[in-house]
Nanobody, 125 residues
Framework: QVQLVESGGGLVQTGGSLRLSCVAS????????AAWFRQPPGKGREFVAA????????YYADSVKGRFTFSRDNAKNTVYLQMNSLKPEDTAVYYC??????????????????WGQGTQVTVSS
């Protein structure tokens, strides 16, 4: 059983930066693909970024490509999401997830077995 805890959310102005962290406990991220999803107010959960255990190139949603950076420190059981050039439309609850999807499905939230509680990110205009 993998337990995930996110941190690092907050209120930031347009153009600002935040770094989210997600720590795994109970078990580790070993062998799991880790991902970030977000849920904007009144909308469904959407894919943001993901990285496989083997540290291949991360995957990104088009809306965040070039602004967000996914990274993981397997020794610390932690994954990160560095968010730069934030926009009001990035406002959402951000969730960390872990699972074992195949590449073609890793953008789908339904393939992830483990989820954190979420951290709020608010970008003011």
């Amino acid at each position: 059983q993998v337990q995930l805890v996110e941190s690092g959310g907050g209120l930031v102005q347009t153009g600002g930066s935040l770094r989210l962290s997600c720590v795994a406990s109970g078990s580790t991220f070993r062998g799991y693909t880790a991902a970030w999803f977000r849920q904007p107010p009144g909308k469904g959960r959407e894919f943001v970024a993901a990285g496989k255990w083997a540290n291949s190139n991360p995957y990104y949603a088009d809306s965040v490509k070039g602004r967000f950076t996914f990274s993981r420190d397997n020794a610390k059981n932690t994954v990160y999401l560095q968010m730069n050039s934030l926009k009001p439309e990035d406002t959402a609850v951000y969730y960390c997830a872990a699972g074992t999807p195949i590449t073609s499905t890793l953008r789908s939230h339904s393939v992830y077995a483990y989820w954190g509680q979420g951290t709020q990110v608010t970008v003011s205009s």
